[in-house]
Every structure is written in C-alpha cells, then in structure tokens.
C-alpha cells in the first residue's frame, strides 16, 4: 500500500531512481581506488584480486539483459525494491569479507541487483514523466550518472585513509536502507500484460554471449588480443551474441525486444549514445591513471581534480533542458560532442609539470560539453517508445550503454599500452615516454567523439523526437464570472 504525498509522484520515482543509480556507479570507482589496499589486505595475486571487479561486471552483465522482462512480469516496485535489497545486503557481507574469495563471491552477489536498478529505475522514471517532459527526467538521470563516479574515488580515499577498507562498502548500508523504505511506502507498483512467458533460450544465450565479451574487452589490453584466453571468450561471446539476435527476432515474446531498433529515433539514439558514452567513460579511467602514475597524486587528489567535470555537466544540463524543446536534440547532440573533441585536444599535449587548476579548469569545460549530449540523447531515445516497452527498452539502452563503457576503454587501454611498448623497445619505459603514450590514448578519445558528432549530423532527425519537444503545457487560470 502507498501513501499520500504532497507532491507529485514522478517525484518520488525520481528521488528513488537517484539513491539507487548514484550508490550502484559510485560503488563501481570507489572499489576501483581500493584495489591496492585489498590486494595488501588478503595477500592476493594480481589475478586473483582482479575478479573483485570482473566478477561484479559480469555478475551485472547477466542481469541487465533481463531485467525488463523481470520489471514487467513481477512489477517495477517488487523488482527494484529486491534489487536495492539484494545490493544493500551483499554490500554488507562485502564489508565482512575474511578471504578475497568472499569477497569476490559477495561482489557477484551485488551484481545481481546492481544489473536490475538502473533498467528498472529508467523504466520507472520515463513511465512517470510525460513525453513532453522527457528532457526534465533526462536532468534527474545525469545526476548520479556523473556526480557518482566523480565522488567515488573522493570518498574511497577519505575512507581507506581514515577509516578502513570495509567502510567502502558499508557507506551503502543507510542509502541503500532509506531507498528501500521510502521506495515500499510511496512507489506505485506498475506490471505489463504483455510481458509473457520467461525466454530461457534469450536469458541464457544474452547473458553468455554479453558475457564473454565484456570479460575479453577487460583483459585485451593487458593479455593482448591474441592471447587464448581473450580469443575464446571474445569470439564465443560475440557467436552467442548473434545467435542470441537471431533467436530473439524469430520468437514472439522475445526477452530482448530488438524489434525496437526499427524505430530510428531509438535505433540512432542508441548507436551515438554508445559513441559518447565511451568516450564519457574511457577518458574517466584513463585521466586518474595518468594523474596518479605520473603527477603522483593520491586518489582523493585525483577525485577532487576531475570533480569539475560532473559539476560543468550538472550546471549545463539545466540549460540544456529547457534549451531542448526550442533547438532539438540534433544539433545539440552535434555541437556537444564536437566541444568535447575540443575540449579534449589539450590533453594530448599536457605536460608533467601541468597544474592542478589547469586540468580542473579542463575537466568543468569537458562537463559543461558533455551536458549537450548527454541530456537530449536520454530525452530523444525513448521519444517513440509506448509505455509499455519502456522496460524491454530500458534494458537494451543499459546493456548497449555498458557495452559502450567497456569498449571505450578497452580502445584506449589497448591504445596506450601499444604506443608504450613500441616506444619502450621492451624496456623498462621512463616518465616521458609513459606520457606520450598517454597523449596518443587521449587522441583516441578525440577520435571517438568526433564519430559521435559526426554521426550525430548525418541520423539524428528532430521530427523522430517530436513527441518529447513540445513543452509542458501551462494549466490555464479559472476567472471567476
């Protein structure tokens, strides 16, 4: 049963959609600041310590896919409620941990919810707001997609220095616990009659398929792309992909509804949003490690110096919103991801002696550029989408969208650790040649969003968004006579 609010409940979606998003991307880069003190902590080699973050990815790669499905059949407020539970509980067990085994074991365990709360929470999100406010709800979703990983690395770093390595995990416990009982007292729950039977031959062949490749684009870099290892899971991931497109198009209650892609709004937001989400999240794990192997700053100095970045985007989104229903998501998209290219050059030519103001100053340009993309990418894909499909939706756009993640920084890991090698000759690399094989990885990323620009021009048509672009209508005064 659900209480009385006095406000609006797409309100109270979005409240509940920012706690869940925010500690689920957050908990991704604040474990990432802590890997070298959980390696000191159980002993652990450096393959044994690396599954404490491709466990959770994969964990998470398994359930995204299905999550719609899930949303549907059991009801978006059942599912995203276990979610959080699940992710709230195992980030518990996590802090408790006595063995890297447990705790890898644990973070699979968080996985699971972690791969439900952000297709379900965007389902819920978009089922709440109006089409014609799609680019409102798209300034709540930039929230926790970049303040959270910007204060991850802040608060990882006050914790492990201050606290302890277990306090990473429980900072989770009380947003996961107001989450859960603001969300069981005032979320609405909400099923779809269409949502069918289970497809297991879909569920199996995604998470498998899904699977396989994101491990591959993990590892590339480091094991080299023609290492076993990454070939057989690359290319049995990649055959179990098609074969699972395939199957999904022949069925009629598909778990993945790639019929969707037939809508271009969708079809073309979905493919440039894979190019700006890479270059999003491939310059945020390649900028902390050259700040941090080369400048020598610790891991709160580096979250504090790329903070900039999330406070431009939060900034410029305001605008941007209100900017959409006049300008269109075409051009907005184009120029946004062109200023990133721009705001990017500089960084191919940055030197050690660089200073801290100098980046952070980079950093909120870059943020203020991302605004441009991010907000009418959200608002537009889902533009033509019924209410109805919002949830096998949702879990296409986050399966792409985590795809895109790793394969951007895969491209310029496999970028920088290329140009190292060949300039090194095999030995031991200096400062300075470490820096030009940083400098050519962030070309990289120029390169990546300019596609997006680019792409951006040539498909995106402002009639496809129609539905989203016409603003809110004022209510009319009543005049009495």
């Known amino acids: 049963?659900?209480?009385?609010?006095?406000?609006?409940?797409?309100?109270?979606?979005?409240?509940?959609?920012?706690?869940?998003?925010?500690?689920?991307?957050?908990?991704?880069?604040?474990?990432?600041?802590?890997?070298?003190?959980?390696?000191?902590?159980?002993?652990?080699?450096?393959?044994?310590?690396?599954?404490?973050?491709?466990?959770?990815?994969?964990?998470?790669?398994?359930?995204?896919?299905?999550?719609?499905?899930?949303?549907?059949?059991?009801?978006?407020?059942?599912?995203?409620?276990?979610?959080?539970?699940?992710?709230?509980?195992?980030?518990?067990?996590?802090?408790?941990?006595?063995?890297?085994?447990?705790?890898?074991?644990?973070?699979i365990l968080q996985?699971?919810?972690?791969?439900?709360?952000?297709?379900?929470?965007?389902?819920m999100l978009f089922r709440a707001f109006p089409q014609e406010e799609r680019a409102r709800a798209s300034t709540v979703l930039i929230i926790p997609t970049v303040i959270a990983p910007a204060l991850g690395?802040?608060?990882?770093?006050?914790?492990?220095?201050?606290?302890?390595?277990?306090?990473?995990?429980?900072?989770?416990?009380?947003?996961?616990?107001?989450?859960?009982?603001?969300?069981?007292?005032?979320?609405?729950?909400?099923?779809?009659?269409?949502?069918?039977?289970?497809?297991?031959?879909?569920?199996?062949l995604a998470a498998t398929g899904l699977t396989g490749m994101l491990y591959a684009l993990s590892q590339g870099p480091e094991k080299g792309w023609l290492s076993n290892e990454v070939l057989i899971t690359g290319i049995a991931g990649a055959f179990l992909t098609i074969v699972m497109v395939v199957v999904e198009l022949r069925i009629d209650e598909p778990m993945l509804?790639?019929?969707?892609?037939?809508?271009?709004?969708?079809?073309?937001?979905?493919?440039?949003?894979?190019?700006?989400?890479?270059?999003f999240a491939a310059f945020l794990f390649l900028l902390p490690q050259f700040l941090q192997t080369l400048l020598g700053y610790s891991a709160l100095e580096s979250g504090l110096t790329t903070f900039p970045q999330a406070v431009g985007v939060i900034l410029a989104s305001q605008f941007v919103g209100k900017l959409y229903h006049t300008v269109g998501p075409r051009r907005l998209v184009a120029f946004g991801l062109l200023c990133v290219s721009l705001s990017n050059i500089p960084f191919m030519f940055i030197s050690l002696d660089v200073s801290q103001t100098t980046i952070r100053e980079l950093m909120f340009l870059r943020g203020l550029s991302m605004a441009f993309a991010f907000v009418p990418l959200q608002a537009a894909t889902y533009a033509n989408i019924a209410k109805s499909d919002t949830g096998r939706a949702s879990a296409i756009f986050s399966t792409q969208r985590q795809a895109s993640a790793a394969i951007g920084v895969a491209i310029l890991a496999t970028l920088f650790h290329s140009k190292l090698i060949h300039l090194s000759g095999g030995s031991e690399a200096t400062h300075e040649v470490t820096l030009k094989a940083f400098h050519f990885a962030f070309a990289?990323?120029?390169?990546?969003?300019?596609?997006?620009?680019?792409?951006?021009?040539?498909?995106i048509r402002d009639i496809d968004a129609k539905p989203t672009m016409h603003p809110r209508p004022k209510k009319q005064k009543t005049v009495a006579v």
């Open 153 to 204: 690395p802040i608060i990882g770093g006050l914790l492990i220095d201050n606290l302890s390595w277990r306090w990473i995990f429980y900072v989770n416990v009380p947003i996961g616990i107001f989450g859960f009982i603001f969300g069981a007292l005032y979320l609405r729950e909400s099923k779809e009659p269409t949502a069918g039977k289970f497809d297991v031959a879909g569920f199996l």
């Open 444 to 459: 990289g990323s120029i390169v990546i969003s300019l596609m997006g620009s680019l792409f951006a021009a040539l498909f």
């Open 257 to 279: 509804t790639l019929r969707l892609y037939r809508d271009r709004m969708f079809r073309n937001s979905n493919m440039i949003n894979t190019l700006s989400y890479a270059s």
């Open 111 to 123: 996985g699971v919810g972690g791969g439900m709360l952000t297709p379900v929470g965007t389902a």
């Open 1 to 107: 049963m659900t209480r009385k609010l006095p406000f609006e409940y797409k309100w109270v979606v979005a409240v509940i959609f920012v706690l869940g998003l925010f500690m689920e991307i957050m908990d991704t880069t604040i474990v990432n600041v802590a890997i070298p003190t959980l390696q000191k902590t159980f002993n652990a080699t450096g393959a044994g310590i690396e599954w404490v973050v491709i466990g959770y990815l994969l964990s998470i790669a398994v359930w995204i896919p299905s999550s719609g499905w899930i949303g549907d059949r059991i009801g978006t407020k059942r599912t995203f409620l276990f979610a959080l539970l699940m992710f709230t509980a195992a980030s518990i067990l996590c802090g408790q941990a006595h063995s890297i085994g447990e705790l890898i074991a644990f973070r």
